[in-house]
């Protein structure tokens, strides 16, 4: 979903173009998504509730952040600073909501929690995926939030024991196919070499390098 939203945003207010590998790489990344939730989509096929529309809606709000950042041109660092500020306007809400109950959980797992939710997630993941923007554009790089279905579902298995599907794992495939196809073969955002150098030096990528001083005469 964030990948279809990102996409058409991305085309309607960035004026992003994408080939014929790009789009070949988003239909079969698609096709992969849905072949990992084709269990889930039977299983709400009966209705859809409250949560099937909460998470709708929480693409598309991803997707807006993902192509306003893109078009602001808002370094990366500087967007994860600017949410992780904001997210703290969350903090009175959620106290007023459930009192201090989060102080009834054994300690440990408030800091597995703090240190992954919190710093892993809410930090270093969002740095990279706002560089990723940077350096892909948005829809290239709205690709990689397709990973997450088939790599959670992985790791599933490995940690916690839940079984496998061939669902899943075909879903996984078809979506690292579809990455490679997209973002290997395709042109995407300002190239990665011009916009990892002007990073490097300072600049945006997309933006003009400023001119050369002239020397002084002595």
């Not at 990948?3 to 790009?22: D, I, K, N, P, Y």
């Not at 809400?93 to 997630?121: D, E, H, I, K």
Request: net charge positive; aromatic share 6%; proline share 5%.
């Amino acid at each position: 979903m964030v990948l279809l939203f990102t996409a058409t945003l991305s085309w309607m207010v960035l004026g992003e173009r994408f080939g014929r590998w790009q789009l070949l790489g988003m239909t079969i990344v698609l096709a992969g998504v849905a072949t990992i939730g084709a269990q889930a989509l039977r299983d709400a096929a009966s209705g859809v509730g409250w949560g099937h529309l909460l998470f709708v809606a929480a693409g598309a709000l991803w997707s807006i952040f993902t192509v306003a950042a893109r078009a602001w041109r808002v370094d990366a660092l500087v967007a994860t600073a600017i949410v992780s500020v904001l997210s703290l306007v969350y903090l009175p809400v959620y106290f007023a909501m459930s009192g201090l109950r989060l102080l009834s959980a054994p300690l440990s797992a408030v800091v597995v929690q703090g240190v992954f939710q919190g710093l892993l997630t809410g930090v270093v993941a969002l740095l990279l995926f706002m560089r990723a923007v940077a350096l892909l554009g948005a829809g290239p790089a709205a690709l990689f939030v397709a990973v997450v279905p088939g790599m959670g579902a992985i790791l599933a298995a490995a940690v916690l024991g839940e079984a496998l599907t061939t669902s899943a794992l075909l879903g996984t495939g078809l979506v690292t196919l579809g990455i490679l196809l997209a973002v290997g073969r395709g042109v995407v955002g300002p190239g990665r070499a011009a916009a990892a150098a002007g990073q490097s030096g300072g600049i945006v990528p997309g933006s003009q390098p400023p001119a050369p001083r002239k020397p002084s005469r002595t």
